[in-house]
């Protein structure tokens, strides 16, 4: 996709435009790097206004939300690394909106920084463990008015799967024979997708303020890949459970493979990964975790490695219009590998319960 240069020119940032490139590899925004001749480099973004009905609460919650954190890190080495900060326009805009209806930010760069798409050491997975945990900390004194829901319903798995049957039985693309045996298994788990939100009704898990997409390449790294610097694809931070952020770092952050592997064979998880992760995320939400929360933890690797199957298969059949594909079997096979990957979790779910609540015991309490 070729980026107009007027669209770059319209934000606080440099005026000479050497190129705009893409950069990285998300399943839902358009990302490029702006390099100019007068100035360091830019990154802007394409909001994608399918996924994001209202970009304009996107930006609000970014904004606050980015500004609360420099607030705090700003002032550590390297603080102006270690959040996104928004490049307003020069109407002192969060975002433009382009006269083809399209809406775009720019942020300034990080530094170069490396991100996984798969770990390698118990190390490295505790420092993910532990980035996301401070990331929940630091946010939950931000001030009133409640963060929007950029997305309504993102992790409420019992629509997520209602809304599965409901496409799967109207097979707008007839693919549905291809998808049978997936579409069963999903249904098999009806009984346990409203298990987190029936102990919220009830009081025993709060709601707080947290990422909702902590994908393991959502989190940057520094360049020799050691030390954590920045968390990334704020577009969903808003009010939510815990779980959905410990959830979906088990399922990226533990895996073996990548999230579309089709050799099911090859999928699987890492107990010393589970180890390091959890490690990482309990020390550092000792200070406001509750015992419920924790005692949830480990299934909620189970509900978030489910749900985002669910939503990859309604996506297959609805023709894929939600994540970007690469071939037309790409959703359905993510699908397949995701649960297969909830099938292996699920055999393991008392061990890593156990394992959870020991380290939860464990644990000394840790300085932020
Ligand atoms: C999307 O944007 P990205 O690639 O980090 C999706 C997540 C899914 C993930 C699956 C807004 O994340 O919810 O878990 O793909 N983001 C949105 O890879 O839907
Ligand atoms: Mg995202």
Redesign the pocket.
């Given at each position: 996709m070729e980026v107009d240069q007027k669209i770059a020119q319209q934000f606080e940032c440099p005026r000479e435009i050497r190129r705009i490139t893409p950069l990285g590899?998300?399943?839902?925004?358009d990302t490029f790097l702006v390099q100019f001749s007068d100035g360091p480099d830019h990154v802007l973004q394409r909001i994608n206004h399918f996924?994001?009905p209202r970009p304009e609460w996107v930006m609000d919650n970014i904004v606050r939300v980015t500004e609360h954190l420099q607030s705090k890190l700003g002032h550590l080495p390297n603080g102006h690394q270690r959040s996104l900060r928004v490049v307003h326009t020069r109407q002192a805009r969060s975002m433009h909106l382009d006269e083809k209806g399209q809406f775009w930010r720019m942020y300034h760069r990080l530094h170069p920084m490396q991100s996984y798409e798969q770990l390698q050491t118990p190390r490295q997975a505790y420092f993910v463990g532990r980035s996301f945990g401070e990331f929940q900390a630091l946010l939950a004194d931000l001030p009133l008015p409640r963060l929007h829901e950029t997305?309504a319903d993102?992790h409420h798995t019992p629509r997520r799967l209602a809304r599965l049957m409901h496409v799967a039985q109207a097979d707008p693309q007839r693919r549905r024979v291809s998808a049978q045996r997936e579409i069963e298994f999903a249904r098999e788990r009806q009984s346990r997708v409203e298990l987190l939100l029936d102990l919220q009704r009830r009081g025993d898990i709060p709601e707080r303020i947290t990422h909702?997409?902590t994908?393991l390449?959502?989190l940057m790294f520094d360049e020799a890949g050691n030390e954590p610097m920045c968390v990334l694809?704020l577009?969903?931070v808003m009010p939510g459970l815990v779980h959905y952020d410990f959830g979906?770092m088990i399922r990226?952050g533990c895996a073996t493979c990548a999230?579309d592997e089709e050799d099911l064979d090859l999928v699987d998880f890492d107990l010393e990964l589970f180890r390091g992760i959890s490690r990482g995320y309990l020390e550092a939400g000792h200070s406001f975790l509750n015992q419920t929360e924790v005692e949830q933890l480990a299934f909620s690797a189970i509900l978030m490695t489910l749900e985002?199957g669910i939503?990859?298969l309604t996506d297959y059949l609805e023709g894929d219009l939600?994540?970007k594909v690469h071939h037309p079997e790409h959703n359905l096979q993510?699908a397949r590998s995701q649960f297969q990957l909830v099938r292996r979790l699920e055999a393991a779910e008392a061990e890593l319960h156990d394992l959870v609540m020991q380290t939860w015991t464990n644990q000394p309490a840790a300085a932020l």
């Amino acid at each position: 996709m070729e980026v107009d240069q007027k669209i770059a020119q319209q934000f606080e940032c440099p005026r000479e435009i050497r190129r705009i490139t893409p950069l990285g590899n998300g399943h839902i925004n358009d990302t490029f790097l702006v390099q100019f001749s007068d100035g360091p480099d830019h990154v802007l973004q394409r909001i994608n206004h399918f996924v994001f009905p209202r970009p304009e609460w996107v930006m609000d919650n970014i904004v606050r939300v980015t500004e609360h954190l420099q607030s705090k890190l700003g002032h550590l080495p390297n603080g102006h690394q270690r959040s996104l900060r928004v490049v307003h326009t020069r109407q002192a805009r969060s975002m433009h909106l382009d006269e083809k209806g399209q809406f775009w930010r720019m942020y300034h760069r990080l530094h170069p920084m490396q991100s996984y798409e798969q770990l390698q050491t118990p190390r490295q997975a505790y420092f993910v463990g532990r980035s996301f945990g401070e990331f929940q900390a630091l946010l939950a004194d931000l001030p009133l008015p409640r963060l929007h829901e950029t997305i309504a319903d993102f992790h409420h798995t019992p629509r997520r799967l209602a809304r599965l049957m409901h496409v799967a039985q109207a097979d707008p693309q007839r693919r549905r024979v291809s998808a049978q045996r997936e579409i069963e298994f999903a249904r098999e788990r009806q009984s346990r997708v409203e298990l987190l939100l029936d102990l919220q009704r009830r009081g025993d898990i709060p709601e707080r303020i947290t990422h909702n997409d902590t994908k393991l390449n959502n989190l940057m790294f520094d360049e020799a890949g050691n030390e954590p610097m920045c968390v990334l694809d704020l577009d969903t931070v808003m009010p939510g459970l815990v779980h959905y952020d410990f959830g979906d770092m088990i399922r990226t952050g533990c895996a073996t493979c990548a999230e579309d592997e089709e050799d099911l064979d090859l999928v699987d998880f890492d107990l010393e990964l589970f180890r390091g992760i959890s490690r990482g995320y309990l020390e550092a939400g000792h200070s406001f975790l509750n015992q419920t929360e924790v005692e949830q933890l480990a299934f909620s690797a189970i509900l978030m490695t489910l749900e985002v199957g669910i939503r990859f298969l309604t996506d297959y059949l609805e023709g894929d219009l939600y994540f970007k594909v690469h071939h037309p079997e790409h959703n359905l096979q993510r699908a397949r590998s995701q649960f297969q990957l909830v099938r292996r979790l699920e055999a393991a779910e008392a061990e890593l319960h156990d394992l959870v609540m020991q380290t939860w015991t464990n644990q000394p309490a840790a300085a932020l």
